[in-house]
């Protein structure tokens, strides 16, 4: 890891493809819970896009991912691993539901289809 307040000096000599990844505190009004997706799609023909994750818990509460990442391609039986982040923390979640988008106003719409699914805590990797 490197100090918040160094972060740029270190890192972007190293590598015009660096990609720098922060961990924020458990306290408001930085808190931020990261996630891994991992999923794998079905789809015979290349889809590339964004996908937005709900998590829904036993009570009935609701968390939308708020990190927007780049696009990602997506192939047929290929794993992606895609980095998401919530401004809150569901313990017992009942539900998930992903949402896929490609951003455009033009074009068909596609569907994205998911063989296997894992969204991991990366805060609490017990779970």
Same mark, same amino acid.
């Given at each position: 890891? &490197?100090? @918040? ?7 972007? $000599?190293?590598?015009? %493809?660096?990609? %720098? &990844?922060?961990?924020?505190?458990? =306290? ?16 015979? !023909? ?6 937005? @994750?709900?998590?829904?818990?036993? %009570?009935?509460?609701? @968390? ?15 794993? @992606? ?5 919530? &401004? ?14 490609? =951003?455009?106003?033009?074009?068909? =719409? ?10 991991? !805590?990366?805060?609490? $990797?017990?779970?």
């Amino acid at each position: 890891g &490197y100090n @918040v307040d160094r972060w740029k000096k270190l890192l972007i $000599p190293k590598s015009s %493809a660096t990609k %720098a &990844y922060f961990d924020t505190s458990d =306290k408001d009004p930085f808190c931020m819970y990261n996630y891994l997706l991992d999923i794998t799609t079905w789809n015979k !023909s290349i889809r590339r896009g964004f996908i937005n @994750v709900k998590m829904t818990d036993h %009570a009935g509460n609701t @968390v939308e991912s708020e990190i927007n990442s780049e696009a990602s391609t997506f192939q047929q039986y290929k794993r @992606v691993k895609i980095l998401t982040g919530f &401004y809150q923390d569901l313990d017992k979640i009942s539900k998930i539901s992903l949402t896929f988008s490609t =951003k455009t106003l033009i074009g068909p =719409k596609h569907k994205l289809r998911i063989l296997q699914m894992r969204l991991k !805590s990366l805060n609490n $990797p017990e779970r």
